[in-house]
């Protein structure tokens, strides 16, 4: 008898969870939409890499991204 409690207990759980999600009731999503007008730029620099150093790097990449002409 307390064996088919904790079934019951389990699956109605999981139906109480999985069935709104299926059902379109809230929306689930993980990810932000994606903005076409936006790049983001990882900079890998080594870990004592310098504040200024750094910006350098990224005004580089900046000007690199800015001259940059899309094909289409």
Request: charged letters at 25%; proline letters at 4%; zero cysteines.
């Amino acid at each position: 008898m307390r064996s088919w409690l904790k079934r019951g207990f389990w699956i109605s759980l999981i139906i109480i969870l999985v069935v709104p999600i299926m059902l379109d009731v809230f929306k689930a999503r993980m990810l932000p939409k994606a903005d076409k007008d936006q790049v983001y730029l990882w900079i890998d620099a080594p870990r004592n890499t310098s504040i200024e150093k750094t910006t350098e790097i990224a005004h580089a990449a900046e000007s690199f991204l800015v001259g940059y002409k899309k094909v289409e």
